[in-house]
């Protein structure tokens, strides 16, 4: 099998989701320490670099590594952050970029957010796929929806694959109106009935003045920004910030429909608990992701939903990482 290193590892959806596709994650780099941990338990036999990337000496790995993977920091890029980019300290593309440089892989494939590409940061974008194109890559760039791939969420993601030879087709989608499968709604893994590990007691108020959107799940209705979950449909995309108010919620009494026509018809904003509303768990979130139900994260609760909200959901990246080992089994190893 492929080699392959996991820099910006995380709590490990993206190794999760490559070694399912048929790529051997033999080392993982990780700053924070409670994810390395989290890593560690679901991939005991991977080599664990902790701290910065930047101590890391990548030339013992020249030669052993088929695939540099991973998700640079991406708060400089991220429609939510100070949009600092390269000005940003976080900014992982420069360690990334070295790492290919001196590692000299057969490919590599970068994760991050979608906003990369719009507007002012596009810029950089593009200086960020030209450097990695002087270092012999062919390289293409695709962003892609997590639903079409069997993610129970809205989720869009930025992927960037080079290969030596090129020859890389991004998959095609495995669900939704032009596949074979039905998008996976969040009622797929979650229930009004039934909360999945430990209670999240975080409460659910109104908000003084509703922001109305056409859909009773849009807007702002409610206090914090963690909306409720329409059961029938796409959950929204999971932040690294839930935890609190920021979490999303079940209406376990179907409050929700009610209240958004009421205001519609020019009903006053109601006060107080919205009852019957549960933010979800921790267990949720990761089903909600697509990580394995028996999946461990180490850390205080906070960090369990951080983790859970930054990492790639492993069933986008075993799309990809299918489409990864494909191409380089068509390219079979090179004479050295």
């Known amino acids: 099998m492929p080699t392959v290193l996991d820099l910006f590892a995380g709590a490990g959806g993206l190794s999760l989701g490559l070694e399912d596709a048929g790529l051997d994650v033999v080392a993982a780099a990780e700053w924070d320490d409670d994810a390395l941990t989290t890593y560690a338990k679901s991939h005991p036999g991977a080599d664990l670099l902790p701290g910065d990337i930047a101590q890391v000496d990548f ?16 708060q400089p890029w991220s429609d939510g952050g100070k949009g600092l980019g390269h000005d ?32 002012a940061r596009r810029v950089h974008f593009l200086r ?12 293409t760039e695709q962003i892609l929806s997590a639903a079409d791939f069997g993610v129970p969420q809205r989720r869009k993601r930025l992927f960037i694959v080079g290969t030596r030879s090129g020859g890389f087709s991004w998959p095609d989608p495995a669900h939704g109106a032009a596949a074979d499968q039905r998008w996976r709604v969040a009622g797929d893994v979650l229930s009004k009935e039934t909360v999945l590990g430990e209670p999240n007691g975080s409460i659910v108020t109104y908000a003084k003045r509703p922001d109305l959107r056409p859909s009773p799940y849009d807007g702002l209705l409610f206090n914090g920004g963690g909306r409720p979950i329409d059961l029938t449909d796409l959950a ?58 028996d999946m461990i994260f180490a850390g205080p609760r906070s960090s369990q939903y951080r983790q859970i909200g930054n990492a790639v959901p492993p069933s986008l990246a075993r799309a990809v990482g299918r489409a990864l080992v494909a191409c380089l089994g068509r390219q079979g190893r090179p004479v050295a």
Request: aromatic content about 6%; glycine content about 12%.
């Open 88 to 119: 940003d300290p976080r900014d992982g593309f420069p360690k990334f970029i070295e790492a290919v440089r001196v590692i000299a892989p057969r490919a590599f494939l970068i994760e991050n957010v979608a906003g990369l590409t719009r507007g």
């Open 59 to 74: 030339r013992a790995f020249r030669g052993a590594i088929d695939v540099v993977a991973g998700g640079p920091p991406c």
């Open 128 to 139: 960020i796929m030209s450097d990695l194109e002087k270092l012999g890559y062919e390289v």
């Open 236 to 293: 929204p995309t999971l932040l690294a910030s839930m935890g609190g108010n920021k979490t999303p919620w079940v209406d376990t009494l179907g409050v929700v429909p009610g209240y958004h026509a009421s205001l519609l018809a020019g009903g006053e904003p109601l006060i107080g608990v919205v009852p019957g509303a549960r933010r979800i768990t921790v267990a949720e979130a990761a089903a909600l992701q697509t990580f394995p139900e």
